[in-house]
């Protein structure tokens, strides 16, 4: 498609790009990381949303080296702001199922690691739940062996799709991220009983919890009336380049 074509052409000409958006622990505001995310401007100056392009990138097959170059700038992002002094836990990254299922993924990863000189503690990968259900065999045998070598797991866009409880009781993981629809409800309609069971099962299993999309003051605080871990959201900071976190982290 015509699209598809400009994507390759935008990933050659470097129209790619990626924002960090701040991840912080709700008592206490410390900055804990940051969340990579890709975006594509076009010649005309439009928006591309990854929801759009990154479904073509799997259909062509730029998503391999789309998701190595992700990977990749994270990581040196990230060890550059280790090496400016700032005490950050991690940068997480999102992966999308058809890059999980790559052979070649685990190499890619160790590589972008090895590379970058980043302890594999500091890089998160998002998968979202539809990865995990997938219940593929070899999709646990790439999720142990990136627990093996200290890579931490986020699921993504959590209560969106239907894991298994008893299987995700299973898995490796390290976090869940309430999906921001379920942030947006605190002061709709249906309030902040998601987000709280979410909450409650997440602390039942062991696991981290963070919030995506906190928008709000009154967010903030429900989430952390709820004993919510982390959070991430326009409220605290929008998705920014890695030029303007110096500055941000400043005034933070
Ligand atoms: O930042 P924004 O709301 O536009 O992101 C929309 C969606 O695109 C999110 O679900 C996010 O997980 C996904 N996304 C953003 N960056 C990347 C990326 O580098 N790789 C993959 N696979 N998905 C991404
Ligand atoms: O699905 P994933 O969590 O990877 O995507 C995060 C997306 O949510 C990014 O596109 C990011 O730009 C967007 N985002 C981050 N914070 C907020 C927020 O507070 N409100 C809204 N509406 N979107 C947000
Ligand atoms: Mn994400
Ligand atoms: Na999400």
Not at 2 to 10: E, G, N, S, V
Not at 32 to 50: C, H, N, Q
Not at 154 to 173: E, M, Q, R
Request: net charge negative; hydrophobic share 40%.
């Amino acid at each position: 498609s015509l699209l598809m074509q400009h994507l390759h052409k935008a990933f050659d000409a470097e129209r790619l790009y990626l924002m960090y958006q701040p991840q912080i622990e709700l008592s206490t505001r410390k900055v804990v990381g940051f969340e990579a995310l890709l975006r594509w401007r076009t010649d005309e100056g439009k928006m591309i949303s990854p929801t759009e392009f990154i479904p073509l990138a799997e259909h062509s097959g730029l998503i391999i080296s789309l998701g190595a170059w992700v990977l990749r700038t994270s990581c040196f992002t990230m060890r550059q702001l280790l090496d400016d002094g700032y005490q950050l836990d991690r940068m997480g990254v999102n992966v999308s199922a058809i890059q999980f299922r790559q052979a070649d993924f685990m190499q890619l990863v160790s590589n972008a690691l090895r590379d970058s000189g980043l302890e594999p503690h500091y890089l998160e990968l998002e998968i979202t739940e539809s990865v995990t259900m997938n219940g593929a065999a070899d999709f646990e045998e790439t999720l142990d062996k990136l627990k093996s070598i200290g890579v931490q797991i986020a699921i993504d866009d959590f209560g969106t799709g239907f894991s298994s409880l008893s299987y995700l009781d299973k898995l490796p993981v390290d976090r869940l991220k309430i999906d921001r629809a379920f942030v947006n409800q605190i002061d709709h309609q249906g309030g902040p009983r998601i987000a709280e069971l979410i909450t409650q099962l997440g602390k039942k299993l062991g696991l981290k919890v963070i919030a995506e999309g906190i928008e709000t003051q009154a967010h903030y605080e429900a989430l952390q009336a709820m004993h919510c871990d982390e959070g991430q959201g326009f409220l605290i900071a929008r998705p920014m380049l890695e030029s303007a976190i110096a500055s941000w982290m400043t005034e933070w």
